[in-house]
Structures are given as C-alpha cells and as structure tokens.
C-alpha cells in the first residue's frame, strides 16, 4: 500500500460512494467487478457507467470470473463481487490543521493494531465530529482493508 500509495476498497456500498462523492471520486483508479455480479445487478451497469461519463479515461474497469476475483481481489470468505483501487490521500500535517488554539476534539490511537478496532474507532469519529486523527506507534494502517471494511 505504501509503496503504491493506493489500497483496495470492496463492495457495492464503499465503491459506489466513493465514485459518486465529488470530493473522493478522484481516488478511484480501477473497478474490478466480477462478471456474474455486473450481469445479475443493472444498478452496478448504470452506476458505472454514469462515474465514466465524467472519468472515462481515468478509471479502469475490468471484468472477471469469480473464481479469479476470489483469488486475486478479496480476502473475505464471502466476496462481494465488486472492488476498487483507491489512491490514498496525501496526510496531512499539524500545521495545516489551523490555528491549535480553537478547541477541537482529535483521536489519538496508540498501539491499535487490529484493523477492525481501528476502522471501527475511524467511522465513530466521524460520526461525532473529530477534526482529525494521530496514530502513534504501533497502529495498523489505516488503509487495510480491513480497517477500510470496518
């Protein structure tokens, strides 16, 4: 992931609102879609094809069999037949936080290692407002798929 500076974001929920939001539509680069998924679903057709409109030349699209999406694109028991390779975002220092002084409430994870607790602790964040988020030492990467699943 670091060296490549992208991860994998998988199924229909993640991968749709990440195309159809202005502010990470961008990020994405590739939709690998299994072929019975894309066939049986016309919503997953017209949502990729509408994301394409605007990015054509931008995003790659494959589609493949399930037998080569469960080997190569998923480490869940149960894949869900659709993912995307996302850049991930540049980080962001403390210096482009703002002025230091006006409160504001921040999440500071050490030594969290289990992606599920940390994408968990990410998502509750959000929920109540946190302006952002310092992983000290020890934490798993953000950017896991697991931790992004969660």
Not at 76 to 86: D, L
Not at 89 to 117: A, I, K, R
């Amino acid at each position: 992931r670091l060296e490549t500076m992208s991860t994998v974001v998988e199924g229909p929920r993640m991968v749709f609102d990440l195309l159809e939001n202005p502010k990470t539509a961008s990020l994405v680069r590739q939709i690998v879609v299994a072929l019975p998924d894309y066939e049986a679903r016309p919503d997953y057709r017209s949502r990729l094809n509408a994301a394409l409109q605007t990015r054509r030349d931008d995003i790659l699209v494959q589609l493949i069999t399930p037998e080569v999406f469960k080997k190569t694109c998923s480490d869940t028991v149960t894949p869900q037949g659709i993912v995307a390779i996302v850049d991930i975002p540049p980080s962001t220092t403390s210096e482009e936080y703002g002025d230091c002084h006006s409160p504001s409430l921040y999440l500071v994870l050490d030594g969290v290692s289990d992606p599920g607790n940390v994408g968990t602790l990410l998502r509750s964040s959000l929920a109540v407002g946190v302006a952002g988020i310092v992983l000290l030492e020890g934490c798993c990467d953000v950017f896991n798929p697991k931790a992004v699943r969660s």
